[in-house]
């Protein structure tokens, strides 16, 4: 396995930062940001210093009740060669749902939501693995996430969900100490216990970042300092395996160099003197060339005390769902001094069949429910903390509201204080359907058909934009009854 050692999330608003930084032995980029064709010239100079540069995807949705899109993971692999990267990593999450599975219209997140820990969304989630590592020219490493709400009837801890995902895909993982910590405070999960579970022999490498707790819920904003409970589960994680690299996460109100410098440091002192594998990168990789390393599906791995190597539910209740708050925390395992097994699992060629199409329309009928109650207004599923779903609602709606302001910032400054107002209103309305840029069209034209804003100046400034990146003129009046007709389907 490749050592990384010390990183940092390359970001286009602290580039020169991070090139300046000192002791940083690599960088994470999101892959999404890219064109294969045509790096940042900051990237450009960090891989000409030897640098490490790994592509991180937030798109792919591996586990969605889909298979994996084709052009994604094309693209994704594009960008590892362009890069020169020892691997790509994504997330296990899933990020659209609907489509033909539940003859409903398809709906974006446009954001990581967590996979229910169930027999079929681990059979999909393998086989979709199976297809990204097939077709992805570098090895594939996946993130747990951190997650505001609870599925109902889940059947494995989420230590033995990946414990499992391990044994039947051979992929690698990486684990977000932060993520942990967040589903600690929301769901009642024990840190330690998921770091027992899971196989830390198959870590790529590691997360760390900052939140903020509000109202008895944790947010992963990475836009805070690492908190000092964080720092305390990657230091259990550091006592019990040396992590390949240690990687500290940073995506908005970003700090002075200085800052991160001394955060960067904070992470190193909390890994202590076990982490021999920081600060080493492999030479082949320092000039270039991919680095020999066996593909992680056919690598033998040991799994860790607790893991499943068999099928079948796991023993003892199931977490339960309170609608007045997190779930508790899950029971104890019913023998916690059992002996590690050691049996090396079989390789991915003989594992467990594909799931038939039933298992995939069965997590596409609650994934899509899930995500309709969260961005079209429709009831939450039976058995979810419905607080907790209005909760995701609104911070799904406030990111929406955020990264398209990223995405067009012209339309801030055209619609001055009252564009979050107005960017509310219209996606409590409007689930989006075609990614932010779209998303930006589509609201823009919301604008429009409405007679909004009542300034002229600023209306006119409005349909110049919108005819600059459409292409066209507004729709007239049969396009827009069309359109509203789309939309009411989608809210029922």
Not at 285 to 300: E, I, N
Not at 432 to 460: C, I, K, N, S, W
Request: charged residues 25%.
């Amino acid at each position: 396995m490749t050592e990384l050692g010390i990183g940092i999330g390359w970001r286009p608003e602290i580039a020169g930062a991070v090139e300046a930084l000192p002791g940083v032995d690599w960088v994470e980029v999101v892959a999404e940001n890219l064109c294969a064709d045509h790096l940042p010239d900051s990237l450009a100079r960090l891989r000409e210093r030897g640098v490490t540069v790994v592509p991180h995807g937030v798109s792919l949705g591996l586990g969605g009740a889909d298979r994996p899109d084709p052009a994604r993971l094309a693209a994704l692999g594009e960008k590892a060669v362009a890069l020169g990267a020892p691997l790509v990593t994504e997330h296990i999450a899933f990020v659209r749902a609907g489509g033909p599975l539940t003859a409903t219209p398809l709906l974006e997140a446009g954001h990581l939501l967590p996979v229910p820990r169930t027999r079929d969304a681990l059979d999909v989630l393998c086989e979709n693995v199976r297809i990204a590592q097939d077709a992805l020219p570098v090895p594939l490493a996946l993130e747990n996430i951190a997650a505001l709400v609870s599925w109902p009837g889940e059947e494995m801890t989420e230590g033995r969900f990946l414990a499992e995902l391990v044994e039947r895909t051979g992929v690698r993982l990486l684990i977000d100490v932060a993520n942990l910590h967040t589903n600690h405070v929301n769901r009642g999960e024990d840190p330690a216990r998921a770091l027992s579970e899971l196989p830390v022999e198959a870590i790529a490498y590691v997360h760390v970042a900052g939140g903020v707790e509000r109202d008895g819920v944790w947010h992963d904003t990475h836009a805070h300092p690492v908190p000092p409970a964080v720092l305390d589960i990657l230091a259990d994680l550091a006592s019990r395996v040396s992590p390949p690299g240690v990687l500290l996460e940073r995506d908005d109100d970003f700090p002075p160099a200085e800052e991160l410098a001394a955060e960067l440091e904070v992470v190193r002192t909390a890994l202590g003197p076990r982490s021999t594998g920081a600060g080493r990168v492999g030479t082949a990789h320092r000039h270039g060339a991919r680095p020999l390393v066996p593909s992680p599906r056919r690598a033998p791995l040991l799994i860790g005390a607790g893991a499943r190597v068999s099928g079948g539910p796991m023993p003892g209740p199931t977490p339960a769902t309170d609608a007045a708050g997190p779930a508790p925390a899950p029971a104890q395992d019913p023998d916690p001094g059992a002996a590690p097994v050691t049996e090396a699992p079989a390789p991915a060629s003989v594992s467990a069949p594909a799931p038939r199409t039933a298992a995939r329309q069965r997590l596409a009928v609650r994934q899509a429910s899930l995500l309709s109650a969260l961005v079209s207004g429709t009831p939450v599923p039976e058995g979810f903390d419905t607080r907790r779903v209005g909760i995701q609602s609104r911070a799904l709606a406030a990111k929406r509201a955020g990264v398209v302001a990223k995405v067009a910032p012209e339309l801030p400054e055209i619609l001055g204080g009252g564009y979050r107002p107005a960017f509310l209103a219209y996606a409590r309305s409007r689930p989006m359907t075609g990614g932010y840029r779209r998303d930006a069209l589509d609201f823009v034209e919301h604008l429009l058909l409405a007679g909004r804003p009542e300034d002229p100046t600023a209306r006119r400034e409005l349909t110049e934009w919108w005819q600059d990146r459409s292409g066209s003129r507004p729709p007239g009046r049969a396009t827009r009854l069309v359109r509203a007709a789309r939309h009411a389907l989608v809210r029922r």
